[in-house]
């Protein structure tokens, strides 16, 4: 009720805000990861959806407004560069020194590429994010079920890169 209380001009200014690009593309990374990891369960349990929801996760933060020619390009190193981090740290879960000896670079390099600003802070995110959720899996009982939940994990990010680019051709129309 207090909405339509407001001036027209105001009025104008919530909806532009409420329908803006940063909106829409938020709606539509949330939807992504609902169907991917929603898709995965249905298909191939619990385990499967947590895995590939987290490779989603670690694909969103570079997932920003962007011209329908750069997008794929604009996500594939968050995929690339989390894909071998989660598998070295699912390895590496039951060795502390091993896990220290792999964090440690791998926390500095991705800092260090935050200093990109705009376009080197989210993969350093997605970098850190990859290797954080990595941590937080149980410590698999042997490299079958280390390799399954990489590649569950890997399924989760390279499908929301397709989404994100399909996506964004609608959103850009």
């Given at each position: 009720?207090q909405?339509?209380?407001?001036?027209?001009?105001?009025?104008?200014?919530?909806?532009?805000?409420?329908?803006?690009?940063?909106?829409?593309?938020?709606?539509?990374?949330?939807?992504?990861?609902?169907?991917?990891?929603?898709?995965?369960?249905?298909?191939?349990?619990?385990?499967a959806?947590?895995?590939?929801?987290v490779?989603?996760v670690?694909?969103?933060?570079?997932?920003?407004?962007?011209?329908?020619?750069?997008?794929?390009?604009?996500?594939?190193?968050?995929?690339?560069?989390?894909?071998?981090?989660?598998f070295?740290?699912?390895?590496?879960?039951?060795?502390?020194?091993?896990?220290?000896?792999?964090?440690?670079?791998a926390?500095?390099?991705?800092?260090?590429?935050?200093?990109?600003?705009?376009?080197?802070?989210?993969?350093?995110?997605?970098?850190?994010?990859?290797?954080?959720?990595?941590?937080?899996t149980p410590?698999?009982?042997?490299?079958?079920?280390?390799?399954?939940?990489?590649?569950?994990?890997?399924?989760?990010?390279?499908?929301?890169?397709?989404?994100?680019?399909?996506?964004?051709?609608?959103?850009?129309?």
């Open positions: 009720m909405f339509l209380a407001l001036s027209d001009e105001r009025k104008t200014s919530i909806l532009r805000v409420a329908l803006s690009h940063y909106v829409t593309n938020g709606v539509s990374a949330a939807l992504g990861l609902l169907l991917i990891s929603g898709t995965a369960h249905l298909l191939l349990g619990a385990l959806a947590a895995a590939a929801s490779g989603v670690v694909c969103i933060p570079p997932d920003q407004t962007a011209p329908q020619r750069g997008k794929f390009f604009q996500l594939l190193p968050a995929a690339l560069l989390g894909i071998p981090l989660f070295g740290v699912q390895i590496l879960h039951s060795d502390p020194l091993g896990l220290g000896l792999l964090l440690v670079p926390s500095f390099f991705a800092f260090l590429g935050g200093a990109w600003g705009k376009r080197g802070l989210p993969i350093a995110i997605s970098i850190m994010f990859a290797m954080i959720f990595s941590m937080a410590d698999h009982t042997n490299a079958a079920t280390t390799l399954t939940t990489c590649l569950y994990f890997s399924c989760g990010a390279f499908a929301y890169v397709i989404w994100a680019v399909l996506a964004n051709a609608v959103l850009n129309g």
